[in-house]
């Protein structure tokens, strides 16, 4: 048996018995922490952890390796609940005609977006996507990634967005990290539909979601609830039918505006709804009354130039809040939650605990997680962070842009 004690930790965070399963309002400041403490894991499970005043010492030396935690924090990984990692290529063309003043919007209105994206995938292999997707997942372990939720979406056909499900099943079978599916047909209308919306509806009810149920490729729907994209009425079919098939609706809403989508969706059971650059008091006001998780993405805001989410706000008002990163190729192309955690403090007036607590337990959740990943308890075998030495927990934030894991335990 593999057995690993760490020792001297500065501080051993989100640990504890029965945590909550959410943290919102005034509870985001929370944090369950030890300090100068240790941790045991056998075979990756956590066997025992405390306060090194209370350590009991070794009393069988077979097999184990001592880490010396000493300046060092122990986290649980983070859980990214958002994500669009499976694409064919990079889309740095429209970063660059951003630059020369065309917006994310008018970018996808001359054919470029997810169009562009959809184009691109339809001429590379299962295979191929498989083999780019794998590395990536890799370089985002590396960063202190845990648990991750994959979406489809970039194929708009019935034999591209099966053949992008089956490359995240593939996934999930090829790695130890946690991952989680999301069915994304309804992600933008194919050009040959873009004036019989109904052909395409049809094909995602009548012709995609069968098959998926089928082959069991998905644990949720998404529909990208926006102007030029799905209405309110439009998303609502499709959730509906996502239910029928057995999969749970987490939606991409309120990007550009507030249309109603969040009611929506939270009326149709959704497990969260993500973006929320645009929120209207309605919205707020039906996440209060509800179960749904808010999703913010800091990554895509600051990216295509666009408003921030108001973690404020929603606080405020007592919503927990979540933190993704979204990464995809054409509105954020980066899965580093260490870059999410910085700009969730600086850009959105998070502080470290609030952000931490939202790139964790309540990622989780917003993952279908919660039981398993973003904290650190007896029995866990979920994958676990060890830091480089560093003064404080809210360093991690502050340095922005540097990678201070120095361990991954358990991926
Ligand atoms: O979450 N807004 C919709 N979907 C993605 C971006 C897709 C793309 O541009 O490729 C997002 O930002
Ligand atoms: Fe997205």
């Known amino acids: 048996m593999a057995k690993i004690l760490m020792k ?22 929370e944090l369950s922490i030890l300090e100068n403490a240790f941790l045991a894991l056998e075979d990756g499970e956590v066997v025992g952890y405390g306060l090194m005043e209370d350590w009991e010492g070794i009393t069988d030396w077979r097999d184990l390796e001592i880490v010396d935690a000493d300046g060092c924090f122990v986290l649980p990984a983070f859980c990214d609940s958002h994500t ?4 064919a290529k990079t889309r740095e063309e429209e970063f660059v005609d951003r630059i020369h003043g065309l917006t994310y919007e008018e970018i996808a209105m001359k054919g470029g977006g997810i169009l562009n994206s959809a184009r691109k995938l339809a001429d590379m ?15 985002i372990i590396a960063c202190g990634t845990g648990a991750i939720e994959i979406k489809s979406g970039y194929g708009l056909s019935v034999e591209s967005e099966l053949k992008m499900l089956r490359v995240i099943k ?14 994304l047909g309804a992600h933008a209308f194919p050009a040959e539909f873009k004036e019989n ?56 809403v309120n990007q550009f505006s507030a249309m109603g989508g969040v009611a929506k969706a939270i009326e149709l059971g959704a497990l969260s709804v993500d ?9 707020i006001e039906a996440l209060q009354n509800s179960e749904c998780m808010p999703v913010l993405l800091p990554g895509c805001s600051h990216f295509i130039g666009i ?53 964790t337990i309540n990622a989780a959740y917003a993952m279908g997680l919660s039981e398993t990943h973003g904290k650190i308890f007896l029995g866990s075998k979920s994958p676990i962070i060890l830091t480089n030495e560093i003064p ?20």
């Not at 593939?170 to 069915?183: D, G, M, P, Q, V």
Request: a negative charge; proline letters at 5%; hydrophobic letters at 40%.
């Open 8 to 29: 001297n930790i500065r501080g051993l965070v989100q640990v504890g018995e029965n945590l909550p399963k959410i943290r919102k309002g005034k509870e985001m400041q």
């Open 307 to 359: 408003p921030f989410g108001d973690s404020r706000r929603m606080i405020t008002a007592g919503l927990p809040v979540a933190l993704a990163s979204d990464f995809n190729p054409g509105s954020t192309p980066n899965y580093n939650l260490f870059t999410v955690w910085s700009l969730a403090c600086i850009k959105m007036k998070m502080t470290p605990e609030e952000a931490f607590n939202a790139l």
């Open 197 to 252: 919306h109904r052909a395409y509806l049809d094909l995602i009810i009548h012709e995609m979601l069968p098959q998926i149920e089928k082959e069991r490729l998905a644990e949720y729907i998404d529909v990208f609830c926006e102007r030029n994209y799905y209405s309110v009425e439009e998303m609502e079919e499709v959730l509906q039918a996502g239910i029928k098939h057995g999969l749970t609706p987490k939606v991409h």
């Open 275 to 283: 973006h929320l650059e645009e929120i209207a008091t309605e919205d």
């Open 170 to 183: 593939r996934l999930k079978e090829n790695n130890k990290i946690a991952i989680k599916a999301t069915f």
């Open 392 to 411: 404080s927990l809210a360093y991690l934030p502050y340095s922005f842009g540097e990678n201070n894991v120095k361990r991954i335990f358990n991926l």
């Open 125 to 139: 292999s299962e295979d191929e996507l498989f083999e780019n997707a794998q590395l990536r997942i890799e370089k």
């Open 84 to 87: 669009h990692t499976v694409f």
